[in-house]
């Protein structure tokens, strides 16, 4: 068995919105069993909230299901170039903040449950400084008392999953979901995977070479070159960045770990402004 990679968007729509794939990936994320009404895909709000447009088109979500029996919400999106964490903040409260359209008051009957795939190392976080090694992050809009009990309130949960931090202490249940998409992408032709979990057991099977028709390999490499013409783009503003850096006496280590250039990269850039 091959796979097809999860980090192409072509590849992972075509996994996650299986519905099968879809129930057993938010049971295991999240720990609730989830009846979708229908599983959609660029997802977008009519007429949109607030002024960002994170697309050429639409504000929209990558994957997007409501649970009406519950008032569940849940969104995931799959990225691999752009690690601003306020741009997925932004897409979880938009789903939060768009059901007052229709309500009297300022109630939000359900529950939004954004989970963010990350399908590349981090970089270091323009606004701290820091450089994040998480598998797994989890942000809850609930309140904590002085102290410092949480009150839950709201229940609204934004989850980032990264799979090139493995932890030790990675429940099983997150695990089998971030080696998957790790497998598919360093490892497809013989992926270490657990079959043993359903859901992952079928998404290997609807993304194995043998299923994946000629159209969907056409569209994956349209993806692939939208993904180069975007990662051309940043790799454009970390060189200003770069440049800034060097102007002010950084080492290229640090500036390495600042833009995600590499040391090479940044003594090449030293030479030229020379």
Known sequence: MTLARLDNEVFFKKAFTDRIV???FVKDIIGIEVEPDKIETEKAFQPKLGNINFNSV?????????????RIVVEIQKVEYDHNFDRFL??????????QR?????SVEKTVYTIVMMTAPYKINEKTREFYRDEVLISSLNPKNLKVIER????????YLNPN??????????????????????????????FQNAGVKRATEIVSYENISPEEWEEAKIEVGRRK???????EREMEIAKNAISKGFDNETIADITG?????IQQLRTDLR
């Open 152 to 159: 839950k309130i709201f229940n609204h949960e934004l989850i």
């Open 229 to 235: 013409v975007i990662k051309l783009s940043i790799e």
């Open 22 to 24: 879809f129930k057993a």
């Open 102 to 106: 229709s309500s009297d008051d300022y």
């Open 58 to 70: 639409h504000f929209g979500y990558d994957i997007f299901a409501e649970d009406s029996k519950k």
């Open 165 to 194: 931090y493995k932890g030790e202490d990675t429940p099983q249940n997150y695990r089998d979901w971030l080696d998957l998409v790790y497998e598919s992408i360093h490892n497809p032709e013989n992926p270490n995977l657990n």
């Open 261 to 265: 250039l590499s040391v090479e990269q």
């Open 90 to 99: 932004h897409y979880h409260l938009q789903a939060i903040t768009e059901q």
